[in-house]
């Protein structure tokens, strides 16, 4: 059974830094594909990043401020989030899922098949 269990939210001021994990355990990121996913109060839940097999993808939103990245040895994801902004405060959930090929797929939840329980992020201004 795959498990996912992010770490490393918190409370920044804008401009700052953080960089959050995940770790998967009962399979690999290389047999899956990893995609980072964010939702703040009210709102949809919203594609932030993805390494899937047929590449890397960012959200408009973020693109040249963060960063996805995994660690094969370790089991374990990243999301290095640079110039962070008041409205990227979020909770921030890690998710796994199997190969898709329809352009975008990366994109939506539903592509997904294994969720962590999120990690709070804050961005004060």
């Known amino acids: 059974q795959v498990q996912l269990v992010e770490s490393g939210g918190g409370l920044v001021q804008a401009g700052g830094s953080l960089r959050l994990s995940c770790a998967i355990s009962?399979?690999?990121?290389?047999?899956?594909?990893m995609g980072w996913f964010r939702q703040a109060p009210g709102k949809e839940r919203e594609f932030v990043a993805a390494?899937?097999?047929?590449?890397?993808y960012y959200g408009d939103s973020v693109k040249g401020r963060f960063t996805i990245s995994r660690n094969s040895a370790k089991n374990t994801g990243y999301l290095q989030m640079n110039s962070l902004k008041p409205e990227d405060t979020a909770v921030y959930y890690c998710?796994?899922?199997?190969?898709?090929?329809?352009?975008?797929?990366?994109?939506?939840?539903?592509?997904?098949?294994?969720w962590g329980q999120g990690t709070q992020v804050t961005v004060s201004s």
């Open positions: 390494i899937r097999s047929s590449g890397i």
């Open positions: 009962g399979g690999t990121f290389s047999s899956y594909g």
């Open positions: 998710a796994a899922g199997p190969s898709c090929s329809s352009s975008g797929c990366h994109r939506y939840p539903s592509m997904y098949g294994y």
